[in-house]
T-cell receptor
């Protein structure tokens, strides 16, 4: 079966650092993605991990541990515009054609 | 490039009506997907296609049908609308399989069935 868990909501202060965790149990693993989704809009790609370790992209970093079935998204120097839902997704399936999404974590950034 | 476009943006249907949600991409992507997103939930895969003439079921295909006669278009058909199909529908496409093959999403269609 496929199961991806993320916290439902988080609140953080502008300028701070926040870590959003994701744990997964999937039949097959072929990469993990993080997407950002602002309210009423489509998801947009943030990051991709397929090997263990940290991938850094500006203010955003993503970490993967395949042995633990665990990832996190780290957002630094939080800005008000970072208020959004963050979706963790695992590429799975026999041919790796499909993404399985978690329910998303709503991040609220307060001033 | 317009990317992935979807029509209509909003629609209200009565129970039992049918409709087609349109999705077009101009990036020459082989892979296309239909998802639904219920309030406070992640995206659930309805159907997907790996190329023209090839479609396959996703996680929640019941009540829906698709076709892929061209690379560009991937319409989603609801035959007998039910309140349980009230949702936001996203179409997505990607170029290839493997690596950082990110999916590009359309703006979504907000469907209400009353």
């Amino acid at each position: 079966g496929q199961n991806i868990d993320q916290p439902t909501e988080m609140t953080a202060t502008e300028g701070a650092i926040v870590q959003i965790n994701c744990t997964y149990q999937t039949s097959g693993f072929n990469g993990l993605f993080w997407y950002q989704q602002h309210a009423g809009e489509a998801p947009t790609f943030l990051s991709y991990n397929v090997l263990d370790g940290l991938e850094e992209k500006g203010r955003f970093s993503s970490f993967l541990s395949r042995s633990k079935g665990y990832s996190y998204l780290l957002l630094k120097e939080l800005q008000m515009k970072d208020s959004a839902s963050y979706l963790c997704a695992v590429r799975a399936g026999e041919y790796g054609n499909k993404l399985v999404f978690g329910a998303g974590t709503i991040l609220r950034v307060k001033s | 490039n317009a990317g992935v476009t979807q029509t209509p943006k909003f629609r209200i249907l009565k129970i039992g009506q049918s409709m087609t949600l349109q999705c077009t991409q101009d990036m020459n992507h082989n892979y296309m997907y239909w998802y639904r997103q219920d309030p406070g939930m992640g995206l659930k895969l309805i159907y997907y296609s790996v190329g023209a003439g090839i479609t396959d079921k996703g996680e929640v295909p019941n009540g829906y049908n698709v076709s892929r006669s061209t690379t560009e278009d991937f319409p989603l058909r609801l035959e007998l609308a039910a309140p349980s199909q009230t949702s936001v529908y996203f179409c997505a496409s990607k170029e290839r399989q493997g690596g950082e093959d990110t999916q590009y999403f359309g703006p979504g269609t907000r469907l209400t069935v009353l």
